[in-house]
């Protein structure tokens, strides 16, 4: 008989009738009588196979208990390291997973820790299955550990204990790895998260990689009318009821609480929906449901001290994403201290951590994108679209794709620029340009992304923030209270027996307790469930009782959300009305600045302004430093900048690139060079362009050419076309590289690496007598506009610009290019100050090119004929001068830098733009007797003055007198400099 059209009204289920290939029966096929006796047969027969279920998960449950260290880790593996062996105790653990036999580890490849959250729960659910965050670090070959803990915490643990536990455990993981490339990938899940982020703002030099998963560190964000959690401390009058429960546990908090608290989130799933699914499916679920109860039911105890720091300082108090936390040896945890890869993975569909107390912490520690580059931080964020919470770390379908991705790109993460950046994955399909540069079917890039986007996706709301700075002054209150006056009777009612009693009759625990082998009745349904399962008949999806039976399931689910939302309405209202009150908010202590902001930026200390303004000065010293290796490195910063996003297959072709050609070249050494070039680019782009030709007048014509033809793969090995700005990027790079190339091919000499055994430069001591051959101006960075150089397209120089107003004493010290006044150093009374230094100076010379000054008379000018040459011609002199100090600051002067006294303190340095004169002036200080140094000789081990010119004195103090100081070419040696001797 055909099949009614009614039969696809509920999907079938796993029955083995399905399974094997059975017809549907029709809705008519049976009459009313039938129908009704199959399906009464059926649902006998499931009610006796869900008792058993029952039966076997209250077993479950018991031999769980009385396991020593129980977890519910999918693979094998062995303790390394325990935190109850160390001088402060703690129950945490380290244990190495076992590979599979199938499964070869590479030293070479950073270890992965995964550390599992303590939030009622126990250990292991970041290894639950196969395909999770454990199974897809093993099986790509890295070497993998677990944090894990016993059920009971030791007397008198802490927080700040489990912190420094965990320290010593990533100790431990990088001693026994020498030879891995980089430090090790933390994984934090939920709660593990904000413990592994105050470690890292604690010891970030410990730290790799940081992959947060559903981790909360914004406890006050959330989205109205979705996320009423974050309601809950205050319509309870905060933080005294945690206490209370603690004092009634004698001093242990039972982390069965903190479990029904996320069960009542969704009352549709906990009383109903997932107990029902196990009745309708018991022949397929069976399996699965034991598996995650196994996890779900295995409670965990915290000391009541732990708890309440806890609540107090993050659920409440909201005080680690604004650094207000010190720990007690005076710590601050700043999470602006980290500085490693922050990557952050949240969804929308997680109603426990939803993406605005994923990503808040942002929003709360930075107000713009240029102080996240000034602190040096990666953040590296994907937001799923639907799965929950449990499933960001437990479903194989996340592991798959985004876990395999984070995975396999860990290194491209740890080498990305400064930044925040939006993990995008896709699918590989057949016609994907370059599928062999990636591994599975996904491919992944990463797109540059500003603060103000991620705050979007906050959406902070400043009187929604007032309101919860009122719960916590009103928390702190009635925790006082409660200590003064409650707390003593409490603690003296409660004594061990007491609190062991309510431990047991707690709701969660007695539903696996009343139902195991210890009940009488547990035996006899043991026995009808063996004889059910051989004599099962299963009732057909389209039997007419079973479709009502999925309709009345979908109806009480349905009503069960209906009174969830209307909940979570009142709760919304009642605390958005009770706390944004001007009375409650004036009793707190809010009133008497109303509109003074209710969470503070925790600020900028200036030992860290000097940091970044030396580190800034440092780079633009450095812009014309380097080699051919800096060179490619830029100009794949300075396109990809243009494309906005990095393709995983850029990397990989990288990363073929150095096994073949540079393989002594370690993976953080690349990560410092990406980085300085990147901050390079970002604080003067025009400068760092402009001083390419000299990374590449050490290199030779073949290596240009190579290098080149590399770089330009690697941009393009996304296949995709690129953009009208990289493109014409792309080009600039090209025509500087083959101009390098030519000149290289012209000029030999000028092709070969320096000697390691001569301090300078090749480049550098051509410089002393003549400009450097073919380093004219080229077509890509001057224009035949009256002899002046047009400026490429500059940026906003947006690090320097966000330290403009830290320099003290008005100095231009965000501004690129600009020359700083540095105070002369005096010797003695009659010392005269120094000429102004450009910025190229601040970095120290590698060799000594003379004596210092000091030890002469004051220098003055003097009207010899070589000074009033330099005079008559400046403009003569300067290009021999500022190529000099752009090759190597710190030479020995020239005849130019000796004639030319620099007037101004705004000249541009040297290092950053070639000479705006054609090479072809004469320049009088260009005679060979007068320039000829005396370093230029390779054996001499110091460098000396250069000759007087004839018919002068040869005295030092005569030289002094007639070539007073210049900003082109500083007479103060690197040790003077350096020891302020």
């Not at 927080?159 to 090790?184: C, N, S, Y």
């Not at 890292?200 to 979705?226: C, D, K, Q, T, V």
């Not at 479709?547 to 309405?569: A, F, K, P, Y």
């Not at 070969?752 to 300078?760: C, I, K, L, R, V």
Request: net charge positive; with cysteine; hydrophobic share 40%.
């Amino acid at each position: 008989m055909p099949t009614s059209p009614r039969a696809s009204v509920r999907a079938p289920t796993n029955t083995p009738s399905q399974a094997q290939g059975t017809p549907l029966t029709s809705l008519f096929s049976l009459t009313p009588w039938s129908a009704a006796m199959t399906y009464a047969v059926d649902a006998w027969q499931r009610s006796v196979l869900y008792a058993d279920v029952m039966r076997q998960r209250g077993n479950q449950y018991q031999e769980h208990l009385a396991q020593q260290e129980p977890n519910v880790l999918s693979m094998q593996s062995e303790i390394i390291a325990r935190g109850n062996t160390l001088p402060r105790p703690v129950n945490y653990m380290l244990s190495r997973i076992i590979p599979p036999a199938d499964v070869i580890i590479d030293p070479r490849k950073r270890p992965f820790v995964v550390v599992d959250p303590r939030a009622g729960h126990g250990p292991g659910i970041g290894g639950f299955k196969p395909e999770s965050e454990l199974g897809v670090a093993i099986r790509a070959g890295h070497p993998c550990y677990f944090v894990g803990f016993l059920p009971d915490p030791e007397p008198g643990q802490t927080v700040e204990d489990v912190m420094r536990a965990e320290a010593f455990f990533l100790e431990t993981v990088i001693a026994r790895h020498p030879d891995a490339e980089g430090k090790p990938v933390v994984i934090g899940n939920c709660q593990a998260g904000w413990q592994v982020m105050m470690t890292a703002a604690m010891r970030p030099e410990l730290f790799g990689p940081i992959i947060l998963a559903g981790a909360p560190l914004s406890y006050w964000a959330g989205w109205r009318g979705m996320n009423p959690m974050r309601y809950l401390g205050g319509l309870l009058g905060g933080s005294w009821l945690t206490a209370l429960t603690s004092d009634m546990g004698d001093g242990k908090f039972d982390g069965a609480w903190l479990v029904r608290n996320f069960e009542f989130l969704n009352p549709a799933n906990t009383l109903w929906d997932k107990q029902y699914n196990l009745y309708a499916n018991v022949d397929t679920e069976t399996e699965r449901y034991l598996g995650f109860e196994k996890w779900w039911g295995g409670h965990v105890y915290l000391n009541g001290d732990e708890i309440q720091y806890i609540v107090d300082n993050l659920f409440v108090g909201n005080r680690l994403s604004t650094a207000d936390l010190v720990t007690t040896d005076g710590i601050r945890l700043d999470l602006r201290n980290i500085q490693s890869p922050i990557i952050v993975f949240c969804s929308r569909g997680d109603n426990i951590t939803p993406p605005p107390q994923a990503l808040g912490w942002l929003t709360d520690v930075y107000q713009n994108d240029e102080e996240i580059r000034a602190h040096g931080q990666t953040i590296v964020y994907a937001v799923h679209e639907s799965i929950g919470h449990l499933g960001i770390f437990v479903s194989g379908s996340v592991a798959r794709k985004e876990h395999q991705e984070f995975t396999s790109n860990i290194d491209l993460i740890d080498v990305l620029p400064t930044g925040i950046y939006e993990a995008i994955i896709r699918d590989k399909k057949s016609d994907t340009p370059n599928a062999d540069l990636t591994e599975g079917p996904y491919i992944a890039s990463f797109e540059r992304r500003k603060l103000d986007q991620v705050r979007k996706i906050i959406e902070p709301i400043q009187e929604d923030d007032r309101r919860f700075a009122t719960v916590a002054r009103m928390s702190e209150i009635n925790l006082g209270l409660y200590r003064r006056f409650l707390q003593p009777w409490v603690q003296l009612w409660a004594t061990p027996t007491v609190a062991e009693t309510l431990r047991v009759l707690h709701p969660l625990r007695l539903q696996y307790e009343a139902f195991s082998d210890k009940n009488p009745l547990a035996e006899s349904t043991a026995k009808l469930a063996e004889k059910v399962r051989e004599e099962r008949v299963p009732v057909a999806a389209d039997n007419i009782f079973r479709v009502w039976q999925e309709i009345l399931s979908r109806s009480i689910s349905s009503g069960l959300d209906i009174w969830r939302v209307t909940r979570d309405d009142i709760v919304e209202q009642m605390f958005m009305t009770i706390y944004g009150s001007p009375l409650a908010q004036t009793l707190a202590g809010l009133g008497a600045h109303p509109e003074a902001p209710s969470r503070k930026h925790p600020g900028v200390s200036p030992e860290h302004r000097d940091f970044v303004k030396n580190t800034l000065a440092g780079l633009r010293a450095q812009v014309s430093r380097g080699g051919l290796r800096e060179a490619c490195i830029r100009m794949l910063v300075y396109v990809g900048h243009g494309e906005g996003a990095i393709d995983e297959r850029n990397f990989n072709l990288i990363r073929r690139l150095r096994v073949d050609h540079d393989k002594s070249m370690t993976l953080e050494r690349f990560k410092e060079m990406v980085r300085e070039q990147a901050l390079m680019m970002m604080l003067d782009m025009q400068a760092a362009i402009q001083s390419m030709p000299i990374l590449l007048s050490q290199a030779s014509e073949a290596n240009i050419r190579q290098a080149l033809e590399q770089m330009i793969r690697v941009v393009t090995a996304a296949g995709d076309k690129l953009g009208d700005t990289s493109q014409a990027r792309l080009e600039e790079m090209r025509a500087i590289f083959e101009s390098a190339a030519d000149r290289a091919a012209r000029f030999p000499i000028l092709g070969a690496t320096a000697p390691a055994a001569n301090p300078q430069s090749r480049v550098a001591q051509a410089t002393e007598t003549q400009p450097i051959p073919g380093l004219e101006p080229a077509p890509w960075a001057t224009a035949k506009s009256g002899g002046k150089q047009v400026a490429l397209p500059d940026p906003k120089p947006e690090l320097g610009a966000a330290l403009d107003d830290a320099a003290p004493d008005g100095s231009p010290a965000g501004k690129p290019g600009a020359a700083r006044k540095t105070p002369a150093k005096r010797t003695g009374a009659s010392a005269a100050p120094a000429a102004p230094r450009p910025a190229a100076s601040a970095t120290p010379a590698p060799v000594a090119p003379a004596k210092p000054a000091a030890a002469a008379p004051a220098a003055k000018p003097a009207a010899s004929p070589a000074s009033g040459t330099a005079a008559a011609a400046p403009a003569a002199a300067k290009p021999a001068a500022s190529t000099a100090a752009a090759t190597k600051p710190g030479a020995v002067k020239t005849a130019a830098s000796k004639a030319a006294p620099a007037k101004s303190a705004t000249a541009k340095p040297a290092a950053v733009t070639p000479a705006a004169k054609p090479v072809g002036a004469k320049p009088a200080v260009t005679k060979p007797a007068e320039t000829k140094p005396a370093e230029a000789k390779p054996a001499a081990p110091a460098a000396k003055p250069a000759p007087p010119a004839a018919g002068k004195p040869a005295s030092k103090a005569a030289a002094a007198k007639r070539a007073p100081r210049t900003a082109a070419a500083p007479r103060r040696s690197p040790r003077s400099k350096a020891s302020g001797k």
